[in-house]
């Protein structure tokens, strides 16, 4: 009440207080009435009393005023002066009791106001507090939300499993089990189990392993972080994740991060792998360069042997020709090494030319057969040969495939003892042909059975070498009938002299009509003519000896060991052909055939290509460069002498090229 006495406006108090005085003076004057005025100002001492003390000195005055008024209008005012003594008293002590009243009221008044502004002041301080209590309270709040929505937000979206765990001891403290309190959906995602929420693990797993449990108890019991990768063995993929404590030193939660890894897994298992494959293949690589140069110094070394016989044994026929031929098997061994060792190359840079044409399936096996006579013969075995009654044609490359098939003959007869059998037998099987090799020889291991058609692959290789050969025949043969869209395979009787099949299937080539039949082969007409020919190589000996060759048939020569020579030459002499060496230094074969065609005088010369080089774009380069003939190296004297027949004379060799035309 105070409070509000206070606060209230003083035009309101000044009213409060008039009202109180007229109330004071009607209760007096009804008090006068039922005693009399003995007791003029009974209600009038504490009404100041209380205005003072309430609404202050002002309408304290006021009451005091009315009340004075009061006491005058009971003693007549001309008698006031002169009325009783008591009456002066009376009225004296009222305004005396009065004054002090409001003199005291009012110092209570203040006090009292001092006392609610402090009040006040503290209730307001409280209040502000509060406030910002509340104000501290709802941004907490805030964040707290904020913070709850961002760590749902991650919670629902990180593409990793999260989950929350409490992991579950037994009386004896041991870990059996864990629940699961929460889990993101990329976590239900990647477990692959349901909803595994509030559920055990053992419920949705019973027999889960013990890793995870004891990986997350030590967790739980330590609080020490671990991360772990392993696999399931429930379900065999692999996890790797991230393992927490969530609380304090009581808490049995844990949280875990993880995510599955089976896929990268499979990957490093993969690669793996290819390492391994790929140190096995450097580890045949390493052997097989072993065996290249064993198997490159062999024929080498009668070679040698058997031109110091023909040096000592000067002009003695029988010795010559028995070193004539001792010699050519060597060279023919070693032609053969090198041919397989540069087909390897080509085809596996993609870049060997198959020229497939319609061939009899006949004219192949018989080809490849008299190509292995020789060796057949010389190891006395017997070779039995079955062909198809009717014509069987195929479009094959006839030369690969005399290979093929010569390959597998070569090693039927290697790898047989003396005296053995082999059969070479073609059957038709539906639009297929199929051609097998077989032989009571050495036979194959079991084991060795699925890498055969491997590349450097010898059985026992480190035990015997004399069979001479480099692991790479049989790798070659089932590339070469691959890329005529075949197929091989062996079987083996093991290796007891349980022999070997080798058995290839090629598609047939559709029947012919029969007016598509070419005629029969029209052999060429052996040529008789003998040139002048230009031999061009760096390699001296290579172009003495075959000059010696070519002089030896008739044909009259000069040699050159380079370009610049070989342009020497020509200024004085104008040969009809040239046999010329593309690997050469200061100007190579492509550059020296450009400057002989721009000489009018060489128009009838025909250029012949000497190069190590087969491909198709080799071929090409070299027709460009004006070449006619590609030959490549080691370069038989038969394919030489057939592209002599082949060039007549004296034919023009380059009627359109636009560069010697622009000359003449
Ligand atoms: P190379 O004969 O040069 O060693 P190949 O690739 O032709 O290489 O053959 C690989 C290996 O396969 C040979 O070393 C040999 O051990 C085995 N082999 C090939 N053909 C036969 C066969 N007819 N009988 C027994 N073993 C064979």
């Not at 929420?197 to 053992?202: A, L, Q, S």
């Not at 128009?603 to 071929?619: I, N, S």
């Amino acid at each position: 009440m105070l409070l509000s006495a206070k606060k209230l406006p003083t035009v309101s108090r000044y009213l409060i207080g008039a009202g109180l005085a007229l109330f004071a003076l009607m209760l007096q004057i009804g008090v006068a009435a039922i005693v009399g005025n003995r007791i003029p100002f009974l209600l009038f001492i504490p009404s100041v009393a209380l205005a003072a003390a309430v609404l202050g000195t002002g309408p304290a005055a006021i009451v005091l005023l009315t009340g004075f008024l009061y006491g005058c209008s009971l003693f007549p005012l001309d008698t006031l002066h002169a009325g009783s003594f008591r009456d002066q008293l009376s009225l004296g002590l009222f305004v005396v009791v009065g004054v002090f009243f409001i003199y005291v009221g009012g110092k209570m008044r203040a006090m009292v106001n001092r006392a609610l502004d402090a009040e006040l002041a503290l209730l307001n301080e409280k209040l502000a507090r509060e406030r910002a209590d509340d104000e501290r309270l709802r941004q907490l709040y805030q964040q707290v939300r904020s913070s709850e929505e961002r760590y749902r937000n991650l919670f629902d979206s990180m593409d990793q499993g999260f989950c929350v765990i409490d992991v579950i001891f037994n009386d004896a403290g041991v870990a059996v089990d864990y629940r699961v309190l929460e889990m993101n959906p990329a976590g239900i995602a990647i477990y692959g189990l349901g909803d595994v929420v509030d559920k055990t693990i053992k419920e949705v797993v019973p027999h889960i392993g013990s890793y995870w449990i004891d990986t997350y108890a030590k967790v739980a019991l330590t609080g020490r972080p671990v991360r772990f990768e392993n696999q399931a063995q429930s379900s065999g993929r692999w996890f790797e994740g991230y393992a927490t404590r969530v609380g304090d030193a009581d808490s049995r939660k844990v949280a875990l991060l993880f995510t599955d890894v089976s896929v990268r897994k499979e990957n490093e298992a993969r690669l793996r792998r290819l390492a391994a494959d790929l140190s096995e293949v450097d580890r045949r690589k390493t052997e097989f360069l072993a065996v290249l140069a064993h198997e490159l110094r062999n024929p080498l070394a009668p070679i040698r042997s058997g031109l110091d016989i023909l040096k000592l044994s000067g002009s003695n026929p029988q010795m010559v020709e028995r070193m004539r031929d001792m010699m050519d098997r060597q060279v023919t061994h070693m032609v053969r090494l090198v041919d397989d060792l540069l087909d390897i190359a080509r085809i596996n840079g993609g870049k060997i030319d198959l020229k497939k044409e319609r061939v009899s399936l006949q004219s192949v096996m018989s080809a490849a057969v008299e190509a292995n006579a020789p060796l057949i013969e010389s190891a006395r075995h017997r070779l039995y040969v079955v062909m198809p009654d009717e014509s069987v044609e195929v479009t094959v490359d006839p030369t690969r495939m005399v290979q093929v098939l010569g390959n597998l003959l070569n090693n039927a007869a290697k790898y047989t003892p003396a005296g053995g059998r082999i059969d070479l037998s073609a059957v038709r099987d539906g639009d297929q042909i199929v051609i097998s090799v077989e032989d009571n020889g050495v036979g194959i291991p079991e084991a060795s059975l699925p890498f055969i058609f491997d590349m450097f692959n010898q059985v026992g290789r480190n035990m015997d070498l004399s069979h001479g050969g480099l692991g790479i025949g049989l790798s070659l043969v089932k590339r070469l009938v691959e890329l005529h869209d075949g197929s091989i395979g062996v079987t083996s009787g093991g290796t007891h002299s349980g022999g070997s099949i080798f058995t290839i299937r090629l598609p047939l080539s559709a029947p012919l009509q029969a007016d598509a039949l070419p005629a029969a082969g029209v052999a060429a007409p052996l040529r008789t003519d003998t040139f002048k020919i230009l031999v061009v190589d760096d390699n001296a000996d290579a172009a003495q000896t075959l000059a010696s060759l070519l002089e030896f048939k008739g044909h009259s020569i000069r040699v050159a060991n380079d370009g610049v020579e070989a342009l020497e030459v020509v200024e004085d002499w104008i040969p009809e052909v040239g046999l010329i060496d593309i690997g050469m230094p200061n100007l190579n074969g492509y550059e020296l055939a450009q400057a002989l065609r721009k000489n009018p005088a060489l128009d009838h010369m025909a250029l012949v290509a000497l190069t190590g080089w087969g491909a198709e774009t080799d071929r090409a380069m070299s027709k460009e460069a004006g070449f006619v003939e590609h030959l490549t190296k080691p370069v038989d004297f038969d394919a030489i002498e057939a592209v002599l027949d082949r060039l007549g004379k004296p034919t023009p060799r380059y009627p359109t090229a636009p560069t010697s035309a622009s000359r003449n």
